[in-house]
């Protein structure tokens, strides 16, 4: 599998929901971007990783997790395809429960398989960071890692999924409304859920990421689609800086012809209101 190298220019894949734009930074505080991004127009795939274990690791977990997931999904869970590492030991994916995804038992067929592969995607990024920490003699929580949130539409037509593990964020904005779709896996929105008050823990304290051990639950949804919706897909070096009223006043200005322009506009509002971490949008509108 080749590693993705991060564009520092926007970058542009046409998906059949529509165009799509992405754009990493460094910030103006870190010295390296640990940031990933993919866009894969013949997948229908999107996805954002942050990297984590300091630069090079750092870097390499989130390359890493994005070329695995890519692979993965691209042979259908056929990992003894050619370019397979024979390095890696033979992957099986854990059985998947819908249950938590679909408790109404609502999903076609169709929709079930591809949320088998998908769980099984998460897992096989998951395990080849893992094992690479392994080797190094850093299976105890301390290596490389990194977060994974993206979108993939399998078919033209198809249902959009959303996976996601860390506190890389999907929004929609749809109507006017920004709506953030996943929940931060983090000890911050856990104590804020539990009614915690006062002494809070950090912001960017994960609950689960890929790479540091072998078990993860990732978050997979279905999103249904309307012409028009405007996903974004960011790391926390906007999300951290930026309140949501500053991202909606960012993308209600947002036109067909603008979004590249648009995630320029995310990454100096992040930078001006004083992120410290690498920053990463992508942009993703429905056709209306």
């Not at 259908?76 to 249950?99: C, E, L, M, N």
């Amino acid at each position: 599998m080749d590693l993705l190298k991060p564009p520092r220019q926007p970058d542009t894949k046409r998906l059949d929901l529509g165009l799509a734009f992405g754009l990493t930074d460094t910030g103006t505080v870190r010295s390296s971007n640990e940031d990933n991004l993919v866009l894969d127009p013949a997948l229908g795939l999107v996805a954002v990783a942050d990297g984590m274990g300091g630069h090079l690791d750092g870097a390499l977990a989130s390359a890493n997790a994005l070329a695995a997931l890519v692979h993965y999904i691209r042979t259908a869970g056929d990992i003894d395809a050619p370019d397979s590492d024979d390095t890696i030991p033979k992957f099986q994916a854990s059985a998947f429960d819908p249950a938590q995804s679909d408790p109404d038992a609502t999903w076609t067929d169709d929709t079930m398989r591809a949320m088998i592969t998908l769980h099984g995607a998460v897992e096989y990024a998951n395990q080849r960071l893992f094992q690479a920490n392994l080797a190094n003699g850093r299976a105890d929580g301390s290596g490389m890692g990194t977060t994974l949130t993206g979108m993939w539409q399998p078919a033209p037509g198809a249902p959009v999924f959303v996976f996601h593990v860390g506190d890389t964020r999907l929004y929609r904005w749809r109507a006017g409304q920004l709506e953030q779709i996943t929940r931060d896996q983090t000890m911050y929105q856990q104590a804020i859920e539990s009614g915690m008050k006062g002494n809070l823990p950090a912001r960017n304290l994960l609950l689960q990421a890929l790479g540091p051990y072998l078990d993860i639950r990732p978050e997979l949804l279905t999103q249904p689609v309307e012409p028009g919706d405007l996903y974004l897909l960011c790391s926390d070096g906007l999300h951290s800086a930026c309140s949501d009223e500053r991202i909606a006043s960012i993308l209600q200005q947002a036109q067909p012809g603008s979004l590249s322009a648009c995630c320029e506009q995310l990454v100096a509002a992040a930078k001006q209101d004083g992120s410290r971490d690498n920053i990463t949008v992508v942009l993703a509108p429905c056709r209306a």
